[in-house]
């Protein structure tokens, strides 16, 4: 079953605007991180917070958790048409051997010219 | 991607046979991972391993198993594919349980 949901399922924006796709989840946590990934490759991870942290940067990309409400946002800002790809939140939780992350079934973004 | 290879790339087999796909890493990371990408679902893990010889189940291991001889290699083997097998798979490795994934290129399999 899906850990975290993304939302919205897809979304179309022009070059320079800025994107903003949410993540919600169901159980505790110990981090969320955020994938990219192009048709027909492998996912690339773009950031990691922790569940102790509120707010990370990355360039143009900015990710808030809140984990009261369960919920993540990843901002993409000045948005380039590379930006098109698929985005997936993921939610990390430790067991006795491994952290295990659960994907959402993600946000496909379209940056147009 | 780099460090971190799958083989084969595509591969079609017929329902009933085995079948291994092979994840090769140059990064000497502890943890490897396989999951299965499919339409609707998002990935799903299917096994995972913490060290040599120490693996274990993830949400979907039903009609699968692996194997880690050597740091460097994780197999994956369908024991008898089923179509409900076919899949986009992708292995994954993380150097412990504080930093991301890197995940390989992915193998196409379809099982007709």
């Known amino acids: 079953s899906q850990q975290g949901e993304e939302d919205p399922q897809a979304l179309s924006i022009q070059e320079g605007e800025n994107a903003t796709m949410n993540c919600s989840y169901k159980?505790?946590?110990?981090?969320l991180q955020w994938y990219r990934q192009n048709s027909g490759r492998g996912l690339v991870h773009l950031i990691l917070?922790?569940?102790?942290?509120r707010e990370k940067h990355s360039g143009r990309l900015r990710v808030t958790l809140d984990t009261s409400k369960k919920s993540s946002s990843l901002l993409i800002t000045a948005s380039r048409a590379a930006d098109t790809a698929s985005y997936f939140c993921?939610?990390?939780?430790?067991?006795?051997?491994?952290?295990?992350?659960?994907f959402g079934t993600g946000t496909r973004l379209q940056v147009t010219l | 991607d780099a460090g971190i290879t799958q083989s084969p790339r595509h591969k079609v087999t017929e329902t009933g046979t085995p079948v291994t796909l092979r994840c090769h890493q140059t990064?000497?990371?502890?943890?490897m991972y396989w999951y299965r990408q499919d339409p609707g679902h998002g990935l799903r893990l299917i096994h995972y391993?913490?060290?040599?010889?120490?693996?274990d189940k993830g949400e979907v291991s039903d009609g699968y198993s692996v194997s880690r001889s050597k740091t460097e290699d994780f197999l994956l083997t369908l024991e008898s594919a089923t179509s409900s097998q076919t899949s986009v798979y992708f292995c994954?490795?993380?150097?412990?349980?504080?930093?991301?994934?890197?995940f390989g290129s992915g193998t196409r399999l379809t099982v007709v």
């Open positions: 994954a490795i993380s150097v412990d349980r504080a930093h991301g994934y890197t």
């Open positions: 159980t505790s946590i110990n981090n």
């Open positions: 917070i922790r569940s102790n942290e």
């Open positions: 993921a939610t990390a939780q430790n067991t006795g051997t491994a952290s295990k992350l659960t």
């Open positions: 990064e000497n990371h502890r943890y």
């Open positions: 391993s913490y060290g040599v010889k120490d693996t």
